[in-house]
């Protein structure tokens, strides 16, 4: 398998790893709501990193991009074929291509910039500037303020 570095992708293909690596088991919906979550930290004006790899790409952020993360080898192929990331690129194409006012107005995750699988409870997710959203498949989405 040959490995790359994550820096080389464009947007969209990181996107759509992304969106396949945090939430392929989920479902459309959930793969969905998952790319939502990554365009609404980018929409909020360098909060969560500078530009869309720099939202992606910050370090402990989206677990599948951890290189302890049994994902990690995957969504690092130099080359990712098959159905599901075909689905994750198109989601990835369709978020990408939306206004951000577009994307509010169709967001299923009402504003998340959080999520967690509904079978765990991480530490922010009870913090008082944390309010839940909206329970999508196996995950539980959370917006800050």
């Not at 509010?104 to 959080?114: L, N, S």
């Not at 500037?129 to 989405?141: D, P, R, Y």
């Amino acid at each position: 398998m040959v490995m790359l570095s994550l820096q080389e992708l464009g947007d969209a293909e990181l996107l759509a790893r992304c969106i396949y690596g945090e939430a392929r088991g989920e479902g459309l919906n959930g793969m969905i709501a998952v790319g939502h979550v990554v365009m609404n930290r980018y929409d909020a004006g360098g909060r969560y990193g500078v530009g869309l790899k720099g939202v992606i790409l910050k370090p402990r952020q989206f677990s599948c991009f951890n290189s302890d993360d049994p994902n990690f080898k995957q969504i690092t192929q130099r080359e990712m074929v098959g159905d599901l990331i075909s689905v994750c690129r198109s989601v990835a194409d369709l978020l990408l291509e939306m206004t951000p006012g577009a994307r509010r107005k169709e967001d299923p995750t009402h504003g998340a910039t959080h999520y967690h699988a509904a079978s765990i409870r991480p530490y922010w997710a009870g913090s008082s500037n944390m309010t839940f959203c909206v329970k999508i498949g196996n995950h539980l989405f959370w917006k800050e303020g």
